[in-house]
Structures are given as structure tokens and as C-alpha cells.
């Protein structure tokens, strides 16, 4: 089938799935489960092919730690399907409902979105989360691993597909694409898919962002800044520092880079800087941090720079609103957080940082769907439509406004002498 | 100044809003108000020119309606900015607040969305009426209007930069474009603006979909349909057909394509055949609808058009499946209505009809922001995401996540034994 076919037959099934029962999706997530479970040696043995193959394409150990697949991480997907069919059911939730004269009835009601594209690289257990995820919210996907991960992969959506569809599930629901070809149809197709989730590298999303005009959920880079003002408990500063750069330097809500008040600078920084001397942090600081603190020299480049390292940039500003400033040209809109004992400064900075996550007194690590509670994380957003910051199952649905009558037609309300609108706010679940 | 500084001015002129007071928001469209009334004559001479230039240009008189800005439509877009005044402040609602552990709580707030860059045809209102509520809703805004209406435009934006500014409105924040050229420029701006809202015919909302990478809030088209059951009531199914159809023909909520249910098709088609022709509808019908009544042939190509005339395309079809596959099919996504008296069609026609907006017993022309009650309307969307249908203030704003600690770091949760999350629903609103 071409894409296009398979787009198609996509959306087809995404309009019947947007209808099926809460019952009937929980059982096809009990036995996506159970065939999981059923199946572990067939997974385990396909992913061995993918680990021997990349092994001797000599792939890098952190991706082969994100390749492997092993019995473990079974039972850490079979987890989250198992919290996943616990949730209350997504659609069909009244947001809201208004009489707008007797006997018409508006609410506006959850539903799908409709069909979600999703391309994600080496690792298979995101197959699992996200295709579970859209079964339970009911949309359609589109599948694309990466290709090292094309065996496994190709047996989980088998798996997934076949014990899903067999107790009620729409046909053609969940589909794999299986090249970079597919993957550039895919974003032509903004007739039949709704919204792109990729997953991945910062280089890999910007690819996307910028050669779609579907709409992509995610982020592009995660440039988090922890700005340490003159009021500062310099003790709770350094902790919040530390754990925010260091507790693990590889992810988008790790600091990047460190804005000091002047004030502060020179009784903080040194401090600081055996901190971070003892865990092996290379400090990049500008030239006023020079002067406090022996440290490489930071360039312009750094401050647009997410090193996922072991890498800090430093630089002393001269009040509040500079550090607003730095932020909000050189930031990427993730999470910043201010260390401060003056509540009208960090009012202040949570007002005009323009971030999804902006935090007082407390790690920027804290910015994740897991930490928030949310339930389910299906990305995190830098967008400014839709979701913003970690994103869980709301991030898949959106609504429809139903209106029932009983035969009112506007001309009756057009008149100067007709019907009058109520525009009564009711606390009333669609029902028919 | 380029557009591009144009833009990034409007980018930190909105920052500043977003932080901007209830109390002075409320005092600049005061403001604005009384310059609107205090330079009426002002408006109206700059109006004359516009018209006198655009009658010797030949324009349609339906455009020379839309260009006239006299004391009237003063009137009505002050009513407008008074209304607007009345409504609560949108920003700074707490959506949400959780406690994540003792003393670390989270909050989900609402915001401005940035930058909205707003392009629309001949009519002046429009300036007013998107510029305030902008300014209510905290964001920065870059209007683009037709070059029709370049000396009213002109001066309408002066009035409201500097009768707002005056107050304390930060400077920048509203911006006129007055070339095509700045548009084209414009449409490439996703550094510095965020939502793009299109006002204007189908080809023009086309057209800026298709050429740029920014969100879109609009619809490019309203292909509604009337579905009729074989349940329906007769007398009423004639009342909504009618209405939907005849009431405002030049509209997206108006009716385009019947649908009816062939066991009903022989009952039902000739007495509304008496009513439309009396209305001097002309009639396009399948070749069934063309057995029992006589009209001319509708092709493939009706079934996706949109005539924004007195012009209606019938199909009859064998039950609510091919009624639904046909909308689904043809249809935009933007407002139809089923006539029946059996409350399970009716349900599942609600549910899997993929538009905005699925009525039961009542006319496509409700589907309006006004009639809903919205209290002001940004617009009609038919996006997937972020809005759907009439859009009032919620479609200028997004939200972002405040989490206040005191001093937690993500270490101390990370440990077998550590902090556990408490994850306890708050119901708080967010002040520091």
C-alpha cells in the first residue's frame, strides 16, 4: 500500500475508533498486555537481530542501551498499560455546557484528534507507550522507528495490531512505516494527519518542524536556565544548581545556563565552582564571572548552546529584568527557575519568562509529566498553541461542540421582535 | 523599520503586556473608546477618501458595504470595546493546581499566546475589534488589512496605539502593515509571531494556510450539510432545511449539501422542492433525488463546493453510515446537523461526524460565536488542535505551568528510598 492508502485507511479507522466504547478499549489494552506478555521470547529474539546488527555497524553504547529490549523493559511497558487502562475514560467529557434557549442545548465535548504521526528513533518501549496512549485516547497512528530498531519494531505493531483488533478495535488503526521515504510522504499528508509527534534528537525534531505543515508536538531544544538573584538563599541555590545540572546532564529540562545576580556573584559563585569542580563541570562564564572564578571564557554562541554535558555556562547580570532579557532571547522556552526569598521578584519572573515551565526555588528537573502527575506523558511542548510543557493525554484530544434542538431555526432569532437567546450556563453531562 | 524589526519589537512589546494589570488593560480600551468618539470626523474623512478612491476603482457594492466605516459601525465596534471591558480578566485564571509534596506545588495558569499576526480584506471594523481583543487578552498584534481600506486603517491604528499607550500600554504592541510584500515577509516570522489569524474569502484563508510554517487560527471553507433521517420529523426537517440554506447564503454556516435517507426522499423532496423554488434556490440533485423531483444534475465536483449562493446540491443516501462516510468525505469540518427523532442515529452521527460543530433538530446557522454566547469571537476554526468551531478569547491565550518550591531537588525523589510525590489535587488558585 502507499502511504497515501495507508494515511487513508487511517483516518477511516480513526473516525470509527473515535466512537468505540471506553469498555471496549480498555479490554484491547488488557490484551495488547497480555500478548505481550504471551509473547516475550518472539520480541526478545527479534531484538537480538537488531542488537547483533548494530553491534557490528559498531553503534554507540548509549544507543544500544536505548535498543535493547529484554524482559525488563517488557514488564516496565506492561506497567504502563496496566496504569494506562486505570484512567478515566478521555472522551466524551462535558467541558462545558450552556442552554442557549429552552430545548437548545450547547456542550462542548472531548474527542480525538484523529490521526497522530509519530517518529521516534532507536527506542522500541516508545512504540509501545505512545500507540497504547492513542488506543486509549482514541486516535489512529502512524508508525516510524528507527532503523535500527526495525525488527523489534515490526513484531511489537504486529503484536499490538493483531490483539487489539481481534476484541473490537478498527482495522487499520495502527499502522508501521518502515523507511525515510515513508517518513517524507508522511509529512505531505496534512489532509489525513492531524498532528506529528516526533521524538528525539533536537537536530531530528527541527528536521521535522521545518518540513511539515502539519502540526508537531514537541520541542526542539531544552535550553534551561537557573537564575540566582541578589535575595537568594545561597544554600538552596547551590543545591538547586547542582541537582539541576548534574542529577542528569543528558535531558532537555537540565540547566544550561546559570544567571547570577550581581550582588551575589562573588559571595556564590566560588562556592559554586568547587561544587561543580568536584563532579567534573566544565564552567564557561562571562567576562565578569572571569573575575570571580577561574573558568574557561563563554562566547555569544554559548548562550544559545544546549550542551547535555557536563558543561555550564555562566553569566552575572546586572538586575532582574536582565535576566528576563537573557532569557527570553536565548532561551528555548522549556524551563527556567528563579532562586529568590522575594516573592514580588519571582512574581515578576514567572510573569514575563516566557516559558512553559517557569519554577521558584526548586530544580529544573522537576519539568516532566511523570514529576507533575500527569498520568501519561505524551512529549513535552515548546509550542505556544495547544499544550505547553509536559504534555499528558489532553495533549491527544481536543473537542466538538454538539448542539441539540428541537427544531429552532435562526431567522426566528434575526427579527428585532424574535426570540431572545438565554445563554444559561447549565452543569449538565451530554447526554442523549 | 523591516518587518522583521517590526516584529521582534511586537515580540518584546508583548512580553511586557503579558504582565500588564487588569486595571490598565480596562483603562487603555476606555481609552481607546473615547478616541474612537472624539475622532469620529477624523475616521469618516479618512473613510471618504478610501470609498471615493474604490468607486472609481469599480469595486462590488457589497465591498463598498464592508469598506463604509460611518458614525453606525463607530457605534457598534464602541459597544463592542464596552463589552469588552465587562468581561473578566482571561489571564492569570489558575486552571489547574496540584501539590507535587509539602511546600512544592504546581499551577497552571493562563497566558497571553505572543505575537498575532492578523490579516483581513476590506473591512474596518475587523482592525478594531481584533486589536481590543488583543489588548484584553495581553498580546501583541501585527494587522494587515486590504489596501482598499489603507487611510481608515491608517487612522483607527493611531488612535488605538496612542490612546492606549498613553495609559501605560506598553509601545510596539499594535502594528500596521501596509504592502502585500509585508504579509509575504510576515508569513515567515515564526521567530517572533505565534498564531496567525486569517479573516477573508476561502482562497485568501487558503492561500496564507499554505504558505506558512506559523499556527493558523481559520477555516478555508464551510461545506455544510443537512443529513435527514428516515426518522425525521417532515414539517420540521423543512423549517431547518430552509433556514440553513436561505437565511444568509453568503456565509460558512450556511447549508450546501442536503443529505436524505431514501425512505424518506420521495415524502420529503417534493414540498421542499415548492419551498426552494419559491426562494428561487436552484436545485442540483443526484440521480436518484433527479428520479423524484425535478432539478438539474449535481457532478462530484458539488459535493465539494462551496456556492455561498442560493444554490443547493441533494444527494439521497441508502442510511446514516453513507450519510456520515459522505460528510466525512466531502465536507470541511465545520457545522452539520442531523433532522431526526431517534435519539441512537442521533448519537452516533454526533460522534463520528469529524466537524467542529454536530447538531441535532436545529439549523447549521447557530454555529456562530455570538449565538453561542461566547461573548467575543475570535473567529471560526476548523483546526484539529488547540480550537475547534466559533472561538472566542480562549483561542488568544495559552497557559503555562508555575511550580513553587522551597528548595526541592530531583535527587531526593530519584533514591529507592526517597521523597515520594503526594500528587494530591489542590484547588488554589496561584498567588505568591
Request: proline letters at 3%; aromatic letters at 6%.
Amino acid at each position: 500500500m502507499s502511504i497515501q492508502n495507508i494515511a487513508n485507511s487511517a483516518r477511516s479507522a480513526s473516525i470509527r475508533l473515535s466512537g468505540t466504547e471506553s469498555d471496549i478499549k480498555n479490554q484491547a489494552l488488557q490484551s495488547i498486555y497480555k500478548a505481550l506478555q504471551g509473547n516475550k521470547e518472539k520480541i526478545i529474539t527479534a531484538n537480538k537481530i537488531d542488537l547483533e546488527r548494530a553491534e557490528n555497524e559498531n553503534l554507540s553504547k548509549p544507543l544500544l542501551k536505548r535498543l535493547k529490549f529484554d524482559e525488563d523493559k517488557i514488564s516496565t511497558v506492561c506497567n504502563g498499560i496496566e496504569s494506562l487502562i486505570k484512567l478515566p475514560e478521555p472522551v466524551g467529557k462535558t467541558l462545558y455546557s450552556k442552554e442557549l434557549d429552552k430545548e437548545l442545548e450547547l456542550y462542548k465535548v472531548t474527542c480525538p484528534i484523529g490521526v497522530i504521526g509519530v517518529i521516534f528513533e532507536s527506542r522500541p518501549d516508545a512504540l509501545v507507550q505512545i500507540s497504547t496512549l492513542c488506543l486509549k485516547s482514541g486516535n489512529a497512528v502512524l508508525l516510524k522507528g528507527g532503523k535500527e530498531a526495525l525488527e523489534t519494531n515490526k513484531v511489537l505493531a504486529e503484536i499490538i495490531s493483531k490483539s487489539s483488533e481481534k476484541v473490537g478495535i478498527p482495522q487499520g488503526w495502527l499502522n508501521l512505516l518502515e523507511t525515510r521515504d515513508d517518513v517524507r510522504k508522511m509529512l505531505d499528508l496534512n489532509e489525513y494527519i492531524d498532528l506529528i509527534i516526533p521524538r528525539g534528537s533536537n537536530q531530528f525534531v527541527k528536521y521535522i518542524i521545518s518540513n511539515t505543515s502539519i502540526p508537531v508536538l514537541g520541542h526542539a531544544a531544552g535550553i534551561c536556565h537557573v537564575y540566582v538573584d541578589a535575595d537568594a538563599d545561597i544554600e538552596m541555590a547551590m543545591k538547586i544548581v547542582v541537582d539541576s545540572k548534574c542529577q542528569y546532564v543528558a535531558v532537555c529540562n537540565a540547566l544550561e545556563t546559570l544567571l547570577v545576580h550581581k550582588d551575589i556573584a562573588s559571595k556564590f559563585l566560588p562556592n559554586l565552582k568547587s561544587e561543580l569542580d568536584r563532579r567534573n563541570v566544565e564552567i564557561r562564564g562571562c567576562e565578569r564571572t572571569q573575575k570571580i572564578i577561574n573558568c574557561n571564557p563563554a562566547t555569544e554562541d554559548d548562550w544559545g548552546t544546549e550542551y547535555l554535558d557536563y558543561i555550564l555556562s555562566i553569566r552575572i547580570v546586572d538586575d532582574l529584568d536582565k535576566a528576563i532579557e537573557h532569557i527570553n532571547t536565548y532561551g528555548s522556552g522549556h524551563t527556567d527557575s528563579i532562586v529568590t526569598r522575594n516573592r514580588t521578584t519571582a512574581a515578576k519572573f514567572m510573569d514575563l519568562v516566557d516559558s512553559a515551565d517557569v519554577f521558584l526555588n526548586c530544580s529544573t528537573r522537576f519539568s516532566d509529566g511523570y514529576r507533575y502527575g500527569l498520568g501519561a506523558e505524551v512529549g513535552i511542548s515548546t509550542n505556544k498553541i495547544h499544550t505547553r510543557g509536559p504534555v499528558g493525554m489532553e495533549g491527544l484530544l481536543i473537542y466538538k461542540w454538539k448542539l441539540v434542538g428541537n427544531g429552532q431555526i435562526v431567522n426566528d432569532y434575526s427579527r428585532p421582535d424574535g426570540r431572545k437567546f438565554t445563554h444559561k450556563l447549565l452543569n449538565k453531562e451530554f447526554s442523549l
